[in-house]
């Protein structure tokens, strides 16, 4: 097997963020809600876009933003996903390069626009994300490179992409090209809503020996294994995948890997203003410790560091340097 060209390579949806404050009575307002991922039509994309306040925008979808973690941890981190050419397109692929990850997916016009999310955040710090999924739905199997994917240590996959059944195609496809390649495959359930379509599909994915490592949170994980007592549902999934990463909010992150078995807190924050993109920061973290050959609990500390990080402020990409906050932690 040869040497991987890149640690990570990321499979997802890309999406603009759009992130804006919001009060409560916004969300009361437009029936919306909080803390919820609801999926628009461009119509309503559109109207809801127009009604928000100020906003940033910037290159997002889930595992697009754990590879732009990946990649400010120093990581060598690569992102396919789809565009249209217009305007928004070109946003997302300038921003996405300007992090140092690797994108090479040809924008391709199937009618639509490039996706966006339109993201909410109350003063509680809870994010109410409001998504036209666009183009990015529209990954076909012919928009993978195959030498990519058999360069990178670890591909890794966000659930919220199973969805659509072309896409679901490629990601399958994807697993085997890496799999074939003697590469691990990583796999995020992204949200208990992907779950509740899903389950039967993933536990299928999982069960087959097509996950190596597994990203969920904890009602993901008791959602996956249809039971509502934490510790009953990590034994149920445990033994299916090499390592098992589960994170807890507040109450800090596991990861199981055999008999091995780590737990770390979660890092002090002083004030937090938004979750955004906190899950996907924290793979980004574990993923570039598992690359460094660090430890189980190190690569959890990585993850709960970034994920301390992203919700310190608003949007889904750390603003801190991540390399210098793990080095001051870590060493």
């Known amino acids: 097997m040869t040497e991987p060209r890149l640690d990570v390579l990321a499979i997802g949806n890309a999406i603009v963020d759009v992130i804006a404050d919001a009060p409560e009575s916004f969300l009361e307002d437009e029936g919306l809600t909080k ?48 565009v249209a050419p217009d305007q928004l397109g070109e946003v997302f692929t300038h921003d996405i390069r300007a992090k140092g990850v690797e994108f090479a997916t040809e924008p391709a016009d199937f009618g639509v626009s490039t996706a966006r999310c339109l993201v909410l955040v109350t003063p509680d710090a809870h994010r109410t994300m409001n998504t036209y999924l666009g183009a990015s739905q529209y ?6 490179d ?68 597994l990203f969920a949170n904890e009602a993901e994980i008791q959602a996956l294994a249809a039971i509502p007592n934490f510790e009953q549902a990590l034994a ?23 008999d091995a078995r ?24 574990f993923l570039a410790g598992q690359a460094q050959g660090r430890s189980l609990e190190q690569s959890l500390r990585m993850g709960a560091i970034c994920a ?23 060493g």
Not at 268 to 273: H, L
Not at 308 to 330: N, T
């Open 262 to 285: 780590a737990e770390v807190p979660a890092e002090p924050v002083g004030q937090v203003v938004d979750t955004t993109g906190a899950g996907d920061l924290f793979a980004a973290g």
């Open 146 to 213: 195959e030498a990519q994917i058999e360069s990178a240590a670890i591909l890794y996959l966000e659930g919220y992409l199973w969805d659509p059944g072309a896409a679901r195609y490629a990601m399958i496809k994807a697993i085997d090209v890496a799999h074939q390649a003697g590469r691990q495959v990583a796999f995020t359930l992204s949200d208990t809503f992907c779950i509740e379509r899903h389950r039967d599909g993933f536990n299928a994915l999982i069960d087959g020996g097509r996950v190596d490592i």
């Open 308 to 330: 301390a990080e992203v919700i310190s402020h608003y949007g889904a990409r750390p603003e801190a340097d991540l390399k210098a906050l793990v080095a001051a932690r870590l």
């Open 139 to 144: 990954l076909m199997v012919e928009a993978l």
């Open 236 to 258: 149920t999934v445990k033994d299916k995948v090499k390592i098992l990463v589960v994170t807890r909010s507040e109450k800090g992150a596991i990861a199981i890997a055999g």
């Open 35 to 82: 803390g919820a991922m609801l999926l628009v039509d461009e119509e309503e994309a559109t109207r809801l876009y127009d009604q928000m306040g100020q906003g940033i925008e910037a290159s997002g979808g889930s595992a697009a933003n754990t590879a732009a973690g990946v990649a400010a941890l120093g990581a060598r981190a690569g992102f396919v996903g789809q």
